[in-house]
């Protein structure tokens, strides 16, 4: 499946010519991309991270463009509404909210522990190795975090990165 695709980047923005908005200048604006028949797929180089875009009908040719965001129903639709809000405060000058937040930290200390358990640990000295503290921790809090954890990162290992991204976990 090539990367260019909304299969592979649910967070993919289709945008089309616009006739009023703030012009996109990919002159200005560190990218890579690649032409598709009449499709141009950019990658952008934003402070905080990428933002991946597929310009429909002309969108993203060369020069200052307005551009709107296409937003399709069968997708994933807070995936691409992140993306439309970065890009509207990239377009307005405004700082870009960050799209990872609170869940990708949850899945790195998933993926922490879902390594800590391949490598044989214990509950115990995950719980003391990951977060530390006092095993079991005041109303054993500290073990009810570790309990929380294991079928998280069992999902997240089966998953793998195509269910991060695809936001089934």
């Not at 089309?16 to 499709?39: E, M, Q, T």
């Not at 310009?55 to 060369?62: E, K, P, R, T, V």
């Not at 965001?69 to 700082?95: C, K, N, P, T, V």
């Not at 975090?145 to 079928?151: A, D, F, Q, S």
């Amino acid at each position: 499946m090539p990367i260019w695709t909304a299969a592979a980047n649910p967070r993919l923005l289709a945008v089309v010519s616009a006739r009023s908005g703030p012009a996109l200048d990919l002159a200005r604006i560190g990218h890579r991309g690649i032409r598709v028949a009449d499709r141009r797929h950019v990658l952008l180089d934003l402070p905080g991270g990428t933002l991946q875009l597929e310009g429909l009908s002309g969108a993203l040719d060369d020069g200052p463009r307005r551009v709107a965001a296409l937003i399709d129903y069968g997708r994933i639709l807070e995936a691409q509404l992140d993306s439309a809000r970065r890009l509207d405060a990239f377009l307005h000058g405004r700082a870009l909210p960050s799209g990872l937040g609170r869940r990708f930290g949850r899945l790195v200390e998933a993926l922490r522990v879902g390594d800590a358990i391949a490598s044989g640990a214990s509950q115990r000295a995950i719980g003391l190795g990951i977060y530390g503290g006092d095993w079991p921790g005041d109303g054993e809090h500290l073990k009810s975090r570790v309990r929380r954890m294991i079928p998280l990162a069992a999902a997240l290992i089966r998953a793998g990165p195509r269910g991060v991204l695809a936001e089934r976990i």
